[in-house]
């Protein structure tokens, strides 16, 4: 397996708290169980990428073998990420998620499936984005993030005029940008900063492609629990010029 770097839990608390408004909410719920702890201490740092070197200029280098390279922002428990990095073994795919017990369950199940093909930042999202090289990612997935609902709060919204040019950076061309919400508000926010940008085309040719989740998606516990409570979610792709 490629060194992808070190990954210490004390340095990226410290690191979190000097940097000011980087990231907003928890990072940490109940507490660990005892395999997930050690998870944190073994499997984690071959795992994480060290974004203290610089990139390759190929993010397939960071994998065994692999044909492209695919991010996930967010993933929460990684039902998703771990379900595509299974489904398609010649894909890299590199997952960010700053809580810790999503982190912990994610972990336990690659380590349960013994998966070579995922690589992981506990972190920053903005951080990531920031390190990778121009060009290097397929594909980049923003699936049910926070909404931010409050006026006050939409500039935490992970999607920003600014943060859509960092995503068009990191985007091979015609590399697909996909974001799923159930949350109208930030579905309408999202199309609107997308559609405005010069780098990006809307995909959807009819109403059932944004209705209708994407071909063998795998639905993670917060869609589940936005159907539970009547939400309708909304699937959008976007393709880099």
């Known amino acids: 397996m490629p060194a992808v770097g070190v990954f210490d839990i004390g340095a990226m608390t410290?690191?979190?708290?000097?940097?000011?408004?980087?990231?907003?909410?928890?990072?940490?719920?109940?507490?660990?169980?005892?395999?997930?702890?050690?998870?944190f201490e073994t499997l984690l740092p071959r795992l994480a990428l060290d974004l203290s070197a610089p990139p390759p200029s190929d993010l397939r280098a960071l994998f065994d073998e692999v044909d492209e390279v695919r991010l996930e922002s967010g993933f929460g428990g990684g039902e998703h990420l771990i379900a595509e990095a299974e489904r398609h073994p010649r894909s890299g795919f590199i997952g960010i998620e700053p809580f810790v017990n999503g982190m912990a369950k994610a972990l336990a199940t690659i380590d349960e499936r013994k998966l070579k093909n995922i690589r992981l930042h506990h972190g920053d999202?903005?951080?990531?984005?920031?390190?990778?090289?121009?060009?290097?990612?397929?594909?980049?997935?923003l699936l049910y993030?926070?909404?931010?609902?409050?006026?006050?709060?939409w500039k935490r919204r992970f999607v920003q005029d600014e943060r859509v040019a960092e995503i068009a950076r990191i985007?091979?061309?015609?590399g697909e940008f996909r974001f799923a919400s159930d949350i109208p508000d930030y579905v309408a926010w999202t199309l609107t900063r997308l559609l405005r940008s010069p780098d990006f085309i809307w995909t959807a040719e009819r109403a059932d492609d944004w209705r209708k989740p994407w071909p063998d998606f795998t639905g993670t516990r917060y869609e589940a629990k936005a159907k539970r409570e009547g939400r309708v979610p909304c699937y959008v792709t976007f393709?880099?010029?």
């Open 239 to 241: 393709k880099r010029k």
């Open 145 to 153: 993030p926070d909404p931010w609902p409050k006026r006050r709060h």
């Open 171 to 174: 985007l091979r061309p015609a």
């Open 125 to 141: 999202a903005a951080d990531m984005l920031a390190w990778l090289p121009r060009g290097g990612l397929a594909r980049m997935e």
């Open 14 to 39: 410290e690191l979190a708290r000097k940097r000011s408004g980087a990231f907003f909410g928890r990072r940490k719920g109940h507490p660990l169980k005892a395999r997930q702890a050690a998870l």
